[in-house]
């Protein structure tokens, strides 16, 4: 029977975790009372990960499908190959170290139900470290002002999708992206809705601060050219004042005659300029490689294996071939 709802969770080395979030997930899905599905991506774990999904898969094999990929592709490549294997007509995404409670996936679905097709999600109390919360306030407030994209919190994977905007995310190759700001553009009527956040049930956060700012780059590098057309104008700007710069240094020269006083100002100007100009070149060389990396034609990822039930039996469908 097709599902109404599709769940997908990514997962990478959470081995600890994933009982908790069993005992948690499935009895809330089974309160809803209507047909569903659960995505897992195993996302190239190095720990036991894909054994407990497996297994899993094992025991609830009529709700439940496993895709494996053959290596470490990152979240956002795992949730994608996710939607591509979803048949719901709603798609929720859910972490799985618990801190988005699967027991707010209903009150998703029924805001869906009013009629919209995405639902975003608020973190009422956020459980995270003071530093994280802070700066993803201040990229939250720079992304909407550079890409005019309103995500009250763009860091929470609690949200829903309906099947159009899913199938128009699927159509896309992009090799980089940020899918909330992704469906945000395609959504007709998209909402948010205030969620609870718990702390992380076991494990630890697979994000660094490196991490964090290489997403933040990916999402206003690709969906914005303001920072280009920002740096144009900051080159035009420095241009004219340089040219005044000279102009008043060519005064004081047949005014005064030869100065060596401000040799440091001239110093400290030129270094100026100097950190100007490598930044707009490092601006530049990240468009670029956004370029670079999308003509080359590589996959996105490569699944290596789909556990799912075919027809009445349970069987194991293997796709190493299958690339995304």
């Known amino acids: 029977m097709k599902p109404e709802l599709s769940v ?11 009982a908790k979030l069993f005992a948690r997930l499935y009895p809330a899905l089974d309160k809803l009372g209507m047909a569903y599905e ?36 990152g979240q956002h490549m795992a949730i994608l190959a996710g939607f591509r294997e979803t048949r719901g007509d709603i798609v929720v995404t859910l972490d799985a170290d618990l801190q988005n409670p699967p027991e707010e996936i209903g009150n998703l679905i029924a805001k869906m139900q009013e009629g919209y ?21 201040a990229m939250n407030h720079l992304r909407e ?16 999708y309906g099947r159009n905007v899913i199938d128009l995310i699927n159509q896309c190759n992009e090799v980089n992206t940020f899918i909330p700001a992704l469906a945000y553009t395609f959504a007709r009527k998209p909402t948010e809705i205030m969620v609870e956040h ?12 490196y991490s964090l700012i290489r997403l ?12 280009l057309q920002a740096f144009s104008m ?3 700007a420095l241009s004219f004042v340089s040219a005044a710069l000279f102009v008043l240094l060519l005064i004081r020269r047949f005014m005064f005659g030869a100065e060596v006083e ?3 100002t001239l110093f400290a100007i030129a270094f100026f300029l100097m950190g100007v100009i490598l930044f707009g070149i490092g601006l530049v060389g990240e468009y670029v490689g956004r370029i670079y990396q999308q003509v080359r034609g590589r996959p996105r990822y490569v699944v290596q294996a789909v556990l799912e039930q075919s027809g009445e039996q349970t069987t194991q469908a293997i796709r190493a071939a299958r690339r995304g």
């Open 8 to 18: 997908v969770i990514p997962v990478y080395n959470e081995e600890a975790g994933l």
């Open 38 to 73: 659960i995505v897992f991506v195993n996302d190239g774990s190095r720990d036991h990960s894909a054994e407990i999904l497996a297994d899993q898969f094992r025991e609830r094999p009529d709700v439940t499908r496993v895709v494996l990929f053959n290596g470490n592709y």
């Open 234 to 236: 900051l080159g035009v």
């Open 198 to 209: 718990e702390e992380r049930a076991a494990g630890e956060s697979k994000y660094s601060l």
């Open 117 to 137: 097709d995405y639902v975003g999600s608020i973190r009422r109390v956020r459980q995270d470290s003071a530093w994280r919360t802070y700066s993803s306030r």
């Open 145 to 160: 002002k550079i890409t005019k994209i309103t995500m009250t919190d763009q860091g929470n994977m609690l949200r829903a």
């Open 262 to 264: 401000g040799v440091f």
């Open 216 to 227: 933040n780059f990916d999402l206003i590098t690709g969906f914005s050219l303001i920072p």
